[in-house]
Structures are given as C-alpha cells and as structure tokens.
C-alpha cells in the first residue's frame, strides 16, 4: 500500500515536471500579460506592443541559432561579440552600399561560427571553452575596427531597421519568417533530425555513420550567421555602429530564452517556438519591472530563479 501511495505520488511529480517544462514558459507569458493588462497604465497601447516586440526581435534570431546548438550539446558564448563584429563590418563596408555591408556582416558571423564549430568538432575543445574564448577575441576585434561610436546615415539600411510592411516593423517580420524556417529545417529536414540525433547521443550517431562533424561545423556556422544578422538589424535601428556595448550579455539573454522554452541543455531536442516564447517571457519581464519603476537589477535575479526553475523541472524529470 505504501508502495502504491509513493508510486501515485512519483507518477504526479513526473507529470507536473513534464507539464511545467511543455508548458510553463506559455503560462508565465499569460500570467504576465494578464497582470500587465491589469495594473500597468497604458499596456494595451499599439505603440506599447510595436515597441516590445522591435526590441525582442534581435534577441529572438540570436536565440534560435543558440537553440541549434544547444541541441547538439553545446553552447555558443560568442554570439554577443558576433553582434559586435557585424555592427563594425557594417559601418567599414557601408561605403560600398547596404547590400554589401550586410553580406560582410553574415559573411564575419559565418567565419566566427566556422571557427568555433572547427574547434569543436575536429580539436576537440569543450563549447563552452572555445566560444568563451572567441567571445573575448571577437569583442576585441570588433573594438579595434571600429574603436568609438559611428553614427550613419544610410536610408537604406535605417529603412532596415524602422520601416514597415502591412502594418508590422520589418524587424519583426524577419524575426518570424526565420523562426518559420528554423522551425521547418528542425521538424522536416534531414539535417535538423542529424542534429536532434547527436545532441541525444553523439557517439551512437558517429557509429550510425552520421556526419556528425559537418553537422557541428554547420550548427555553428548558422549560429554565427543568425548573431551577425541580429546584430545588423541592432545596428540599422540605433542608426549607429557601437561595438563597446552592442550585444554586451546578449548571449545570456539567448541561453536563457532557450533554456526557459524548452530545449535541455543536455541536448537532444529543441523547441523553436518555447524558445521565441522564453525570449517574449523575458522581454515582458523587463518591461514590466521597468514600468513598475523596479531596479534593472532585479530583472538578472528573476532570470536566474527562472533559469533554475527550468532547469529543475528538466532534470526532475529525467530522474523520474
């Protein structure tokens, strides 16, 4: 009988623990925007709702090339400085025409994310090790191109990043359509099954003869390439390239978008659209603390107890 009782009581945990990490980060989004609705002045306001989601969209490239690599086990420190590199190479390659300055910017991302999935892949160097490495290089790069604030005046790159299309800021709109793409290439290709398959057990897929280091090299390349363009559309709205501080902590932002949606850290599964909703929940979390008149400060602390709510109902779950 006690063994019974213990057993229906596991059985409950397993499956709040299964339900919190579906579902918490919708439900913490809702909880929110109930409590914003009622006690934040002017929160229903259109301008209100443009203005989060413009400042949400960069976080939510960066987070979906963050959740790819977090899948296959990994993690990518370096896409703040990617942010960084991109807004330089924009500013350096500007003279040439916007086209060009973008396709610069992706084309450093891709080079940094190369290196970092190089140095994965084939050295064997730790993620964590090599993208903390060239989070610190690519920052100082960036700042030696590019050592003060630049301001531009290219209408075709400001039109970037303030222009819209039916009624939603262009941003936005890149944002979703990526997050469409990413989503698809997760769920329909090939490829996206490979890295779901080595992020779940990376020696079990080597000896089922996946190629399991061009997937790492390529997850890192897209990672890079999704920073940079997050960073060029940070830039084409400040309207100014600012290596110093662009991007600064962003890739804490992005892992714990990631982690709040959904994917493990441990790899093995990824969750697109947890991971856009744990970048709104943050998003309406700093928000609201800011309306409320609430040090920045407290914003990093609700994160972290959010982070390690995730990551508790994660590994309970395991466990059970």
Do not use: C
Request: hydrophobic letters at 60%.
């Amino acid at each position: 009988m006690a063994d019974a009782t213990a057993t229906t009581a596991l059985d409950g945990r397993t499956r709040v623990l299964a339900w919190m990490q579906e579902y918490g980060v919708y439900a913490a989004v809702v909880v929110l925007l109930l409590f914003n609705i009622a006690f934040t002045p002017n929160f229903l306001d259109v301008a209100n709702f443009r203005t989060q989601l413009i400042q949400v969209a960069p976080i939510v490239i960066l987070s979906l090339g963050m959740a790819l690599v977090i899948g296959t086990e990994g993690i990518d420190l370096s896409v703040g400085s990617v942010m960084a590199l991109a807004s330089a190479m924009v500013v350096l390659y500007l003279g040439y025409g916007a086209p060009a300055a973008i396709v610069a910017a992706l084309l450093a991302g891709a080079v940094v994310g190369a290196s970092g999935g190089l140095l994965v892949a084939y050295v064997g160097v730790q993620p964590i090790v090599a993208t903390l490495a060239l989070l610190v290089g690519i920052r100082g790069l960036a700042n030696v191109l590019v050592p003060q604030l630049t301001e531009f005046r290219n209408p075709t790159l400001i039109g970037l990043g303030s222009r819209s299309l039916l009624g939603l800021p262009l941003v936005v709109i890149i944002a979703a359509a990526l997050t469409a793409l990413v989503a698809f290439v997760v769920k329909r290709t090939t490829f996206g099954r490979q890295v779901v398959a080595i992020g779940g057990n990376r020696a079990a897929s080597e000896l089922s003869g996946l190629p399991v280091r061009r997937v790492l090299v390529t997850v890192y390349v897209i990672s890079g390439m999704l920073a940079a363009g997050a960073g060029v559309l940070a830039t084409a709205r400040l309207q100014a390239s600012d290596p110093t501080s662009l991007g600064l902590l962003t890739e804490l932002s992005a892992i714990t978008a990631v982690v709040v949606g959904g994917t493990p850290l441990t790899g093995g599964r990824i969750r697109v659209l947890g991971t856009v909703m744990g970048a709104l929940l943050m998003q309406l979390l700093a928000a609201t603390l800011i309306k409320h008149n609430l040090p920045q400060s407290w914003t990093q602390m609700v994160q972290a107890v959010i982070i390690l709510a995730a990551v508790y109902a994660a590994r309970g779950r395991r466990a059970a």
